[in-house]
């Protein structure tokens, strides 16, 4: 369904990401590991739009996408949480929502439902500030938000960074949910264990580069694996 060929992406003269292959198929939830620095993030923004790829492709059923603007990409059916889930702290989580459905891909109301079944406290602090949520909250908001515009494939970049152990399982928990559904997730965690037991399989990035690549037991039985991010 998604797959980067041979993908090379710079900041200036940094090459930041080397000549990565990733693929992904329907129905599928795969993650990326990797320590801090090693291109995840840059993976992420060079699939949807934000930096374009100096070498490669990007190629999303069937259709090249490089270069591509990142709006053109959310028409196509891909939908990026960012880092640090950057919502509107001035609006209200209803007007977050109908930020996210700008480019939405289906009807507003359903997809507003889907959302508040998804996350009902949404639905109950609809008329509140971003700003005034919990972070727990805020990262079920930036979900919610990518979700208004009916993505086939959902990008989630370290949705588990900075948030108590009870919402980590939350946040893992409605990330099967939206799974089951029928969206493909393409998921960016440090937190790599929780990350490859919700994955069907993963890929490990190391300065830029996929290093091992393969089921989601064998990387949690992998002996590199468990030593350099598992933390055995
Ligand atoms: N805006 C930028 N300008 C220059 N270098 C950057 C920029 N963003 C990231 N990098 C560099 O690119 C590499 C990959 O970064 P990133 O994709 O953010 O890593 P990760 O998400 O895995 O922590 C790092 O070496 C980082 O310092
Ligand atoms: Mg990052």
């Known amino acids: 369904m998604l797959r980067l060929e041979r993908v090379h992406t710079f900041y200036g003269p ?22 801090n620095g090693a291109g995840k993030s840059t993976c992420l923004m060079t ?6 790829p100096a070498g490669g492709r990007v190629v999303f059923k069937g259709d090249d996408l490089t270069g591509a603007s990142p709006h053109a990409i959310v028409r196509m059916g891909i939908s990026q949480v960012p880092e640090g889930r950057r919502i509107f702290p001035k609006l209200t989580v209803f007007e977050n929502l109908e ?46 938000r990518a979700l208004m515009s009916r993505p086939d494939v959902l990008l989630l970049d370290e949705p588990s960074l900075g948030l108590a152990p009870i919402m980590v399982s939350r946040i893992f928990r409605t990330i099967e ?11 960016v965690e440090q937190n790599a264990r ?10 490990v990035i190391e300065s ?3 290093s091992l690549h393969g089921n989601s037991d064998e990387l949690l039985h992998n002996e590199k694996v468990r030593h350099a991010y598992l933390g055995e």
């Open 14 to 35: 940094i090459e930041a990401l080397r000549g990565i292959d990733i693929h992904i198929e329907r129905g599928e939830i795969v993650s990326l590991i990797g320590s």
């Open 47 to 52: 699939i949807s739009g934000i930096l374009h």
């Open 99 to 144: 930020m996210g459905a700008f480019l939405r891909r289906g009807n507003f109301g359903e997809l507003l439902e889907y959302v508040y079944r998804l996350f009902p406290v949404l639905k109950e602090r609809a008329r509140q500030y971003g700003g005034t949520l919990s972070g727990g909250e805020q990262q079920m908001l930036a979900i919610a």
């Open 177 to 187: 949910e939206i799974n089951k559904e029928g969206v493909t997730v393409l998921l």
């Open 194 to 203: 929780a990350a490859l037991k919700l994955s069907h399989r993963g890929y």
């Open 208 to 210: 830029g580069a996929i």
